[in-house]
């Protein structure tokens, strides 16, 4: 089953590089990982998608993590509410008639064109994964010439406690 767990880090060279060196050596398949800064300086944000077959692997993935001296806390937030979204571009060939299909397939997907070109034309999407991949299959019959995916980003929504497996002795 495919997991959602948030870490929060500390800001340094090598946590990516030591984090998913772990999950790597644990033989935790990674579907999808985003980072980037977090509101607090010096603290970046991991949104990991693993697949995990049981609660032991759960458990043993979140006690691995937080055992990494450089994360403060992780949180599977899979089966809470949260906010996930993904981008996507993807350039599909197409002049003439079939760019007016192609604008009307992306339209309700609140889709942009980005870029055009004499033979091509790059879509930007983004939403809930199963939005974007829903948008890739009908564009596929047009021809999909390069697609790049960024991953899940995820938190829960609203003012909802974030339950913490562990808190290293690490201040912020």
Do not use: C, W
């Amino acid at each position: 089953m495919k997991r959602i767990i948030t870490a929060t880090v500390q800001d340094r060279g090598g946590v990516l590089n030591r984090v998913t060196g772990m999950l790597h050596k644990r033989q935790f398949n990674i579907d999808s990982i985003s980072v980037g800064t977090s509101e607090v300086e010096g603290v970046s944000k991991m949104t990991f998608v693993v697949d995990v077959n049981d609660q032991q692997k759960l458990e043993q993935l979140t006690k691995q993590l937080n055992k990494q001296i450089d994360v403060i806390k992780v949180s599977d937030i899979t089966d809470k509410a949260m906010v996930a979204r993904e981008l996507a571009l993807i350039k599909v060939g197409g002049h003439g008639q079939l760019r007016a299909e192609i604008q009307g397939i992306i339209s309700p997907f609140r889709a942009s064109v980005i870029d055009v070109s004499r033979d091509s034309l790059t879509v930007q999407v983004t939403g809930k994964p199963d939005k974007v991949e829903a948008l890739i299959t009908l564009l596929r019959p047009y021809g999909i010439k390069e697609l790049t995916r960024t991953g899940v980003t995820a938190f829960l929504r609203g003012q909802q406690p974030q339950q913490v497996t562990e808190i290293n002795s690490l201040s912020i």
